[in-house]
């Protein structure tokens, strides 16, 4: 379509679209609400506000000031925002701007805009919390993104947090460009010929893609490439036409670069010279599609001089028998950009894509293992052999049928990691769904651990599942655990565990038991599932008390997993005073999990080793690391009691960098069993048709250096569930902790 024509449909759409209500906040009252904007009832409850103010604002008379309170309770906040219909909108790339400014101390505020499909999912959302507005100064805020076509609602906000204020001034929402609906090929497998073609063509991808620093590379749309490339390279006959169509294919973003059959290394390519040279630099892997709130890793070009050391040599590798590439990890550059110079492509059409279509399935594939071929830290540890898992994978992808298999698909391959980060997310999660019962492993048995009161007639705490939905319950195990990632057995049942506590699309389950009051009879037993409620003391696996409780004299309880900061002001002085105290790590704390560590040491205590990949080659070739951590100095009172903590292997990440900090220090003996194994930053990103792919993108160490992954904290006093305990209605882990306390 030409430029006058785009423009005529840009026109012709904005006629039907809604635009923001008064977006530079000149009309209403001042001191009120501003007219064709809202507060959420929670939020003016807590103490926010938001009205039209006159005077120092961006542009025009008035703006919008919202006002915080610094005593909101736990995860509320100040938000002002607006609803529009998606009318106009859809298949349309657009841009939410507005200009902000914040003050006051601890203040933040972000903008935020949502997608929303007609059923109440989320087709996208943004809210800034990477990069918070904390500035005082006027500064405007761009998020740009693609509406799909079963957008129903674009949403779309500021939110405030903390005790300040923040003033917003002149809201747009622009369309910048049309979107194209992709075309839908269809389930086919794959020949060995196309499977190699495509080996090829990833193994390439990922090395121009993250190493090759040229202009042309770093301003390539790299999602649609992989797409492209798929499309372009699977069919070819021979290594001699594969050749020539990887060449054709990236010869425009990689010039440099060589391809040559393995058995005659070609001449090396002299390269234009220049003052400076151009690398790049990654920590982790910085991802344009990554969902990472504070992201912590980058991948950038760094220039040097030049100065008379030799350029580096290529990079050379086989993509595949008999076929070469050799890629330059190092450019000169000039003033008009990286030698050779030659043409930037323009911005390439706009596409919605869909796993429906086979092509998308297959780059997704390639662009997912690429990330994980060149960034995982953990390869070294987990044995995996990866290049096996891509041609598994991508010959499963070429004959998935859909999203709902797709989704296995990428599953088995994150699994593969073994990585309790590792998980897939469908772009249209299914409502979670559960039963009023709750279920684990125990003794390794499958069984019910507790009913809801009133809900669960019929079954008892105790009870073996024998099969769920009809399904034998080891074979539904081996389902679930096929596409869970786990570096621990402990982890991988804790999630199984979950997967089949949930619900199927009807909304119903239906299991086949062994009562334990009757072992060897059957009976089935069919419940009604209901949204979850977490942190409930229901629906915890086993029976806890109260969030903060006396469980004997002098020995208090306190759930970790629970509490709130308010919470733990509160208790403060009843621990200093207790003679016992137990803390229960089983799940993930908030920040009361290393308040609480503060007032058990006179000294300042420090977190595990934080290890970041610096990667400046292809498969993880040198790998180096740049190591950090952070401290947390005492604080009073000093609770001078014996101290208990309680954990198993549902405890990750920020559980195991608190429980990592009690084992190093000695602050307490732990009871249960192992954690997870699993600790360190996520680098989430999104892959094209919807799906997202979480995974850790660094390793952590233990305070003496010794591996983590896969290990775990153990504990001082190992304890298991037995059947028999669950049944007597027991939770034998705490049962054992308050008689150790009692003993001592």
């Not at 910085?286 to 290529?314: D, H, W």
């Not at 125990?442 to 099969?467: H, N």
Request: charge should be neutral.
């Amino acid at each position: 379509m030409n430029r006058i024509g785009l423009l005529l449909l840009l026109a012709a759409s904005a006629m039907a679209q809604v635009k923001p209500v008064n977006p530079g906040f000149e009309q209403g009252e001042l001191g009120a609400m501003p007219p064709g904007w809202s507060l959420p009832t929670v939020g003016a409850t807590a103490g926010f506000g938001a009205k039209t103010v006159e005077g120092n604002c961006r542009s025009g008379a008035r703006c919008a000031m919202l006002s915080g309170t610094a005593n909101a309770p736990q995860n509320v906040f100040g938000n002002l925002m607006q609803v529009l219909s998606a009318e106009g909108y859809r298949m349309r790339r657009v841009r939410l701007r507005a200009a902000i400014r914040v003050e006051g101390p601890n203040t933040r505020s972000q903008m935020w805009l949502r997608l929303d499909r007609a059923d109440n999912s989320m087709a996208f959302l943004e809210n800034m919390s990477a990069n918070p507005v904390i500035s005082p100064e006027w500064k405007t805020y761009d998020i740009t993104t693609s509406v799909p076509g079963d957008a129903s609602r674009i949403v779309f906000g500021f939110m405030l947090f903390g005790g300040g204020n923040a003033w917003v001034d002149d809201v747009s929402l622009d369309i910048l460009d049309e979107i194209h609906q992709d075309k839908t090929e269809p389930a086919r497998p794959l020949t060995p010929q196309g499977l190699t073609n495509l080996t090829a063509f990833a193994r390439l991808y990922g090395y121009v893609r993250f190493f090759h620093p040229s202009d042309q590379a770093a301003l390539t749309d790299w999602e649609s490439f992989a797409i492209d490339g798929v499309r372009a390279v699977e069919d070819a006959v021979s290594l001699i036409e594969l050749q020539i169509r990887l060449e054709r294919l990236f010869q425009p973003v990689a010039p440099a670069v060589q391809l040559f059959p393995s058995s005659r290394h070609p001449a090396p390519v002299v390269l234009p010279k220049a003052a400076e040279i151009i690398r790049y630099r990654h920590s982790g892997v910085g991802l344009p599609a990554s969902t990472a709130p504070y992201n912590i890793y980058q991948s950038e070009r760094t220039k040097s001089p030049a100065g008379g050391a030799p350029m580096p040599e290529p990079f050379t590798a086989e993509l595949v028998p008999g076929l070469s590439a050799s890629v330059p990890l190092a450019l000169y550059v000039d003033s008009e950009g990286t030698l050779p110079h030659a043409p930037r492509a323009g911005a390439p059409p706009l596409y919605q894509r869909r796993t429906e279509d086979r092509g998308t399935r297959l780059a997704d594939v390639i662009i997912a293992w690429n990330v994980f071929q060149h960034f995982y830290p953990y390869f070294e540890v987990v044995k995996t052999d990866w290049p096996a898992e891509l041609p598994k994978a991508l010959r499963t992808a070429a004959t998935d049928s859909g999203p709902d298999e797709f989704e296995n698909t990428l599953g088995r391959l994150v699994a593969a990691l073994k990585d309790g980060h590792g998980r897939v997310t469908s772009a249209r999660p299914k409502p979670m769904m559960v039963p009023p019962l709750t279920l684990d492993w125990i003794e390794g048995q499958f069984v019910v651990t507790r009913v809801q009161s009133g809900k669960s007639e019929g079954i008892a705490p105790g009870d073996r599942i024998l099969k769920i939905d009809g399904k034998p319950i080891d074979q539904a195990a081996a389902e679930a655990r096929s596409v869970i990632s786990g570096a621990t057995d402990q982890w991988i049942r804790w999630r199984s565990a979950s997967a089949l506590s949930t619900c199927n699309s009807t909304a119903r389950m239906t299991l086949e038991v062994e009562p334990f009051s009757n072992p060897g009879a059957a009976r089935t037993v069919e419940f009604t599932c209901g949204a979850p409620k977490l942190k409930d003391m229901e629906t915890y696996t086993e029976p806890r008390p109260e969030k903060i409780a006396e469980l004997a004299p002098g020995i208090l309880y306190v759930d970790l997993d629970r509490v709130t900061v308010a919470d733990w002001t509160a208790v403060v002085p009843r621990l200093e005073k207790a003679a016992g105290i137990i803390f229960d790590m089983r799940g993930y704390p908030g920040q009361p999990g290393t308040l609480a560590l503060t007032h058990l040491t006179a000294n300042t205590i420090r977190s595990a080793r934080w290890n970041v990949p610096q990667v400046s080659k292809p498969d993880r070739v040198d790998f180096a690391f740049h190591e950090s951590g952070w401290d947390l100095p005492p604080a009073k009172p000093y609770f001078s009691g014996r101290h208990v903590f309680l954990t198993d292997g549902r405890a990750i990440s920020y559980a195991e960098t608190v429980m990592g900090i009690v084992e190093n220090y000695k602050l307490g003996d732990i009871v249960g069993g192992p954690t997870a194994g699993t600790n360190g930053n996520v680098n989430p990103f999104r892959l094209p048709g919807g799906f997202t792919v979480s995974w850790t993108g660094m390793k952590v160490l233990k305070h003496d250096g010794s591996q983590h992954h896969g290990i775990g904290i153990q504990p001082t006093i190992p304890v298991s569930r037995t059947r028999k305990g669950v049944a007597e209605g027991k939770d034998e882990i705490l049962l054992r902790a308050v008689e150790f306390l009692k003993a001592r």
